[in-house]
Nanobody, 127 residues
């Protein structure tokens, strides 16, 4: 049974950092890309970052480039999202999702890419 469990969210001041974790079970990361998405109140869910099944490629949306870093620990079957220099506009419920082998880019990095989602972890950036 495919399961994804996110953790690591919280309340942080602007400019601060958080590291989100997505622990997978029921499948191996060797055959699945993992994406991070987020949804702010009143807004559509949007893609944030993705790491391919081989971990050979990563993708970031423009708004987080240079601030967020996606990585994974194969032994722990866990994907991380290190978020630095957080802004108020990063406030959202963050989800991880399981996709195919490769990360889509641009408009193709859309929630329709995945049928498997975690329950989400809340990130609030506020002073």
């Amino acid at each position: 049974q495919v399961q994804l469990v996110e953790s690591g969210g919280g309340l942080v001041q602007p400019g601060g950092s958080l590291r989100l974790s997505c622990t997978a079970s029921g499948f191996t990361l060797d055959y699945s890309a993992i994406g991070w998405f987020r949804q702010a109140p009143g807004k559509e869910r949007e893609g944030v970052s993705c790491i391919s099944s081989s971990a050979g490629s990563t993708y970031y949306v423009d708004s987080v480039k240079g601030r967020f870093t996606i990585s994974r620990d194969k032994a722990k079957n866990t994907v991380y999202l290190q978020m630095n220099s957080l802004k108020v506009e990063d406030t959202a419920l963050y989800y991880c999702a399981k996709g195919s082998l490769y990360c889509p880019e641009g408009d193709f990095f859309h929630p329709s890419w995945s049928d498997y989602w975690g329950q989400g972890t809340q990130v609030t950036v506020s002073s």
